[in-house]
């Protein structure tokens, strides 16, 4: 098992079909392959979007998240933002996210000026928030909201 940092060579291909199909699962949405094929393109072109992590095991692919850095003036460092994460459904509930989250952790344990992790999830998504209140992650202190152009 390993975590690396994705390269647009060897995961582009896989980051796209991960996003679709976690779209599709998770929010019933069928995306545009060209449209999210921009979007990640976009993030490996342009590194201050986020840093993509895939988790592979015998150089297979079978997670990914991004990574995006949030600047808190308040507390004079950064927070990571946790978005994108997708588990091959055949690969899940066994820990991979977990120890995906581990390594992130110990990231931030590791670096003074990076204070957290933070992340979202839809209401509806009562496994993941199982598996992030297991992890220690809470939910008690903001709400997010949004406005979305359509």
Known sequence: MKIIPANKKDH?????????????????????????????EEVFDNPLLGTYLIYTKENKSLACLLIQEEWSDWR??????IHSVYVLPKYRNIGIFKEMYKYLKEIVLAEPKILGLRLYVDNKNQTAQK???KLGMENDHYSLYEWIKK
């Open 12 to 40: 582009l291909e896989i980051i796209i079909y991960f996003q679709t199909k976690m779209a599709f699962e998770s929010e019933n949405l069928t995306l545009s392959e060209e449209l999210v094929r921009k979007g990640v």
């Open 131 to 133: 598996i992030y209140k």
């Open 76 to 81: 004079a460092g950064k927070v990571l933002w």
